[in-house]
C-alpha cells in the first residue's frame, strides 16, 4: 500500500505541475489570477473552452451588449460537439438564462443533471441560432486552471482511494487591490450580509487603493462610481470606464448598511494592463 501511494502520489504531482509548465510556455497570452479545479470521473461535461466577451470582441462579432462567453475550444466527440457548436461562436443563453461570462456558464452546466438536455443559444456570422445539447458524464480526471485544460488519461497503476479535492481561488482584481467573490448564485450568503447581490470583499492587500480608502474584508462592494457591480469582472470593467478619472466613490455594505467610501488611484496604466479576459472549461 506504501508503494502504491507514493506511485500515485508522484503521479498527481507530476499531473498538477503539467498545467504550470504548458502556462510558461504561452509567454504571448496575459493572464489573470482565476481558477484552478482537479475533478475527477463523474459531474456534467458539455466539452467547451470559453473566454469572456470584451468590449473590444462584442464590437468585432457585432453583438449588441458585452456579455456571454466566447468559445475558444470544442472538444472531439463532445455534447458540444455533437450539438454544432464551433470554435468561435458567442454563447448567449444557457436554458433560458442570459450568459454574463464564462464562470456562470460552467456553474450552470455543472449544475444540469446528466443526460439532460440544454437549448444552447449562440450568436454566429452576426445572427444568433439555437442548438441543443445532451449533457454527458466527464470521463477521467480532468485539471482545469485559466491555462487551459488537461485531461489525464485512465492508468492501471494500484491508487488509494483518496478524495482529490476542489481548489477555488477567488478573482483578485489588481487594480483596486481586492480579492472577492461574487454573490450572484449565493442567496443565503446574500441575505446574511444583507445584500441581494454584490462582491464579497475576502481580502484586501496591504497598501492598496481600497486599504487606504477603508475598504474592509467582509464588506459587500454593490457599486463603482455610477456603475451597480455583481461581479469582479464588472468592478474590472468599471475601473476601466473611468479613464483618467483618479478619485472616485464606491459603495460597500457594511453590518448590513451602505456606506459611500472615497478611493483614490495612484497608479493604474500596469494593472489595466494585467486585466484580461477570464478562461473557464464546461
Given at each position: 500500500m506504501r508503494i502504491s501511494l507514493g506511485i500515485g502520489m508522484a503521479f498527481l504531482a507530476a499531473s498538477l505541475a503539467a498545467p504550470a509548465a504548458w502556462a510558461q510556455a504561452t509567454t504571448s497570452r496575459q493572464r489573470t489570477a482565476g481558477r484552478i479545479i482537479v475533478q475527477r470521473d463523474g459531474g456534467s461535461y458539455l466539452g467547451i473552452g470559453v473566454v469572456d466577451v470584451t468590449s473590444e470582441r462584442a464590437k468585432a462579432l457585432n453583438l449588441k451588449e458585452e456579455r456571454g462567453a466566447e468559445v475558444s475550444s470544442v472538444r472531439e466527440d463532445s455534447p458540444a460537439s455533437k450539438a454544432g457548436i464551433k470554435e468561435g461562436d458567442v454563447v448567449l443563453e444557457y436554458n433560458g438564462q442570459p450568459l454574463q461570462g464564462g464562470e456562470q456558464l460552467t456553474r450552470l452546466v455543472r449544475e444540469t443533471p446528466v443526460g439532460r438536455q440544454a437549448k444552447i443559444v449562440v450568436w454566429r456570422n452576426g445572427a444568433s441560432q439555437t442548438l441543443t445539447a445532451t449533457i454527458e458524464e466527464q470521463k477521467g480526471t480532468v485539471l482545469r486552471s485559466d491555462g487551459g485544460t488537461v485531461v489525464l488519461p485512465n492508468i492501471r497503476i494500484p491508487m488509494p482511494q483518496i478524495e482529490i479535492p476542489r481548489f477555488q481561488l477567488t478573482?483578485?482584481?489588481?487594480?483596486?487591490?481586492?480579492?472577492?467573490?461574487?454573490?450572484?448564485?449565493?442567496?443565503?450568503?446574500a441575505e446574511f450580509f444583507g445584500v441581494k447581490e454584490g462582491v464579497l470583499v475576502k481580502v484586501v492587500r496591504k497598501s492598496s487603493a481600497a486599504e487606504k480608502a477603508g475598504i474592509k474584508a467582509g464588506d459587500v462592494l454593490t457599486k463603482v462610481d455610477d456603475s451597480k457591480v455583481t461581479t469582479t469582472q464588472e468592478i474590472t470593467r468599471a475601473l476601466r470606464n473611468l479613464g483618467s478619472k483618479k478619485t472616485f466613490t464606491v459603495i460597500v455594505v457594511r453590518n448590513k448598511k451602505e456606506m459611500p467610501l472615497t478611493v483614490t488611484m495612484e497608479d493604474r496604466g500596469g494593472a489595466i494592463r494585467a486585466a484580461g479576459a477570464r478562461r473557464a472549461e464546461c
Open positions: 478573482y483578485q482584481n489588481p487594480i483596486l487591490g481586492i480579492e472577492g467573490e461574487s454573490l450572484g448564485s449565493q442567496e443565503q450568503l
